[in-house]
Every structure is written in C-alpha cells, then in structure tokens.
C-alpha cells in the first residue's frame, strides 16, 4: 500500500502555505499520497482573487471586507508591517528563484495532490464554491479529513 | 526549494536522461540521495565547490 499524509492547513499565511507546499509536493514526488485539508484561514490560499458571492449578513460582509483572499494576497505571519515586510519577502524569493505559492499548487496538483477544503468553515466565513479555484478536488468535513488522516502515517497541523 | 524545482524538471524530462541541478543549499546533499532512493532515479554524483553543489540525476526507466 502507497504511503499516505495530510496537512491541514489551517493559517492562511505566506510562510505557512509554502511550508505546507513544499512538504506536499517533496511527499508527492516521492510517491506518497498527498491531502490537504484547507480550513479557517487556510480557505484563503484556495479563494479566487475577488469574491463573486455577496455574504449574507452584516457580519459575514464585514468579515468579507477584512479577510482578502487569494493565493497571491496571503500575508506573513510576521514582519507583515501593512505589507511592505510580505512584499520585500516575495521579491526576495524571486531572487533566489523559489516557486510562488500558485506555482507550488500548479505542481502539487500536478503531481497528484488532492484539496479538500472545509465546508464548515466555508459556512462560517460566508464562502461558496464559485468563490474557490477549480482545482479543490472535494468539499468535505472534520469526519473526511479524520477518516483520512486514520489511514497515513505521517499527519501534520499548519 | 531544490526538491520541488528537480521534481518540476524531471517531468520534463524522458526517462534515461540527465538533470544537472545546481544549488546553494547545503541540505541537497542529504535531501536528494532520500528523495532519489524514493522516486528510483539514479544519484550519479554530488559535486561540491565552495558550498556550492553540482548534482547529477538520471531519470528511472529507459
């Protein structure tokens, strides 16, 4: 039997999401199965640039207003400083030619990896479908996530 | 980084080729002979010259 492990991706930072990445696509290409599991603020990693849903709610739509989405957007986890410490970080892996977190999740992708992102959270945060890329391959729960994690042998929370 | 740039190159590679890869990041030397030994491509050879490292990969099959 294949070798199995899932992320759960929980923060939706910069830092984190690369960390993530890479250890699922280095996972992958060694011929272990691959899920991630994206909730809370992991969902943004996986939202299209703009929103193409309205919130329902007061609540929701100033949520929607104060959490921006897209893989390109996310923040860092520190050193942020109103995205001026997240810009310099970006440029500086230009420089030494890492991969870009769309460019990281073009390859897990190709490489097999599979996305679930959380309904529960979606829910929560007001999020549809149409308001994720095309390329999250289930729409899933705690219950999901646990009966998959029970099958890999390596299971990491970021 | 260097594993998912190698992974990214080896796909476009046919088996029996070799990729150079070249790198500044000195856990290649235990990263790639791990993610060779995994994947089944042939290690041919790490070259190191002032922390810099020259690897040798020829992609299974062929």
């Given at each position: 039997m294949k070798d199995k492990m899932t992320l759960i991706l929980f923060s939706g930072d910069l830092d984190k999401a690369l960390a993530g990445l890479n250890l699922a696509t280095a996972a992958a290409s060694m011929g272990i199965e691959v899920v991630i599991f994206y909730t809370f603020w992991g969902l943004n990693i996986l939202?299209?640039?703009?929103?193409?849903t309205k919130p329902k709610g007061l609540k929701r739509k100033l949520f929607g207003i104060m959490n921006k989405g897209g893989a390109t957007k996310l923040p860092l986890s520190r050193f942020h400083m109103a995205g001026i410490g997240t810009e310099m970080m970006k440029q500086l892996m230009k420089e030494m030619k890492f991969p870009s977190i769309p460019e990281l999740m073009k390859l897990a992708k190709s490489l097999g990896v599979k996305f679930i992102a959380c309904t529960t959270t979606m829910g929560m945060m007001g999020?549809?479908?149409?308001?994720?890329?095309?390329?999250?391959d289930a729409y899933a729960g705690a219950a999901t996530y646990l009966a998959n994690a029970s099958q890999a042998k390596i299971n990491l929370f970021l | 980084m260097p594993i998912a740039k190698t992974v990214e190159k080896m796909q476009e590679l046919k088996p029996g080729e070799v990729l150079v890869i070249l790198a500044d990041d000195e856990g290649i030397k235990s990263d790639m002979p791990a993610w060779c030994q995994a994947t089944g491509n042939e290690l041919l050879a790490i070259q190191e010259e002032n922390g810099k490292y020259r690897i040798f990969i020829r992609k299974k099959g062929g």
């Open positions: 939202r299209k640039g703009k929103s193409l999020l549809t479908k149409d308001d994720l890329i095309s390329e999250v | -």
